[in-house]
């Protein structure tokens, strides 16, 4: 569990230098995913559902790889072409920090997190099953994001990750040996817990809820990028006039516009976008 809790104090700094070196590149995938959010808002106004649902993919496509870039995951080269979201994401969340993020919460507070189980299964259903998701199951997904929001920012939490993360001196001796390298200063283990903040913890847990918001959703909207522009799906039923009222999605447009409203005011303010 040490590896866990000293990588998420790795990342606050991989934040830094990211929003530092690419923040101009992460910023102009955010512009462009907020003009996809436009038009698919435009359009289900226009009950021009197939359109509003593969701008809503859109929108969700650059506003990951957006965030990818500003928190310092992977750099603007390795996030163009659909790829990096059909392959990459599921990799990341299934093997890297949104995973480990929910075992740090499991660990700190000696209970499971029941919501771990149930994002696995979604992300382990085949492309055709999740197309044809029912608005009830899309609905959960959305109520598994409050539920770890009330746990990620619960003022308890908080205070016992502060409290882990200034007791494990393995952390703190990788901290004070990277800080020895970089600058050739030797600095006291004092000097190093003052910096572990209840503050920057709250932001990395904002990460992590961000993280999984935008994965899952990703997730859930990819295979909707290439079947609603043409007449004929390609191993599937679904096709450009499948989009109507009954399909899951296009039930769920109204539930996705407010919370995308939400995800994308909270991005702005997270990485300050002006």
Partial sequence: MEIILEDLVRRIQKQADANKIFKKDGEEW??????????????????HYAGAVYHLQQCYEKLSKSFFILTGTTNPSVVSGHDFEQRRIKEIFKEDWAIASMSLYE????????????????????????????????????????????????????????????????????????????????????????????????????????????????????PHYNVPRYPKGKKTEINYFSYKSGLGIVDSLDMFITHTEEILRDFEIQFEIK
């Avoid at 955010?30 to 009950?47: G, H, P, Q, W």
């Avoid at 959960?140 to 001196?169: G, H, Q």
């Fill in 30 to 47: 955010f512009a462009i995913a907020k003009d996809d959010f436009d038009v698919c808002k435009v359009l289900t106004e226009k009950k």
């Fill in 107 to 222: 660990f700190i507070n000696e209970k499971k997190l029941e919501v771990k189980e149930g994002l696995m299964d979604t992300i382990s259903s085949e492309e055709d099953k999740i197309r044809a998701a029912s608005k009830s199951e899309i609905e959960k997904i959305f109520s598994y994001f409050k539920e770890i929001e009330n746990k990620f920012y619960d003022e308890k939490f908080l205070d016992k990750t502060e409290k882990e993360l200034k007791a494990k001196r393995k952390t703190l001796k990788q901290i004070r040996h990277y800080v020895h390298l970089l600058t050739r200063r030797r600095i006291r283990y004092s000097e190093i817990v003052e910096i572990i903040t209840k503050d920057r913890i709250k932001k990395e847990c904002k990460n992590i809820i961000m993280s999984l918001k935008l994965m899952l959703l990703c997730i859930l909207l990819f």
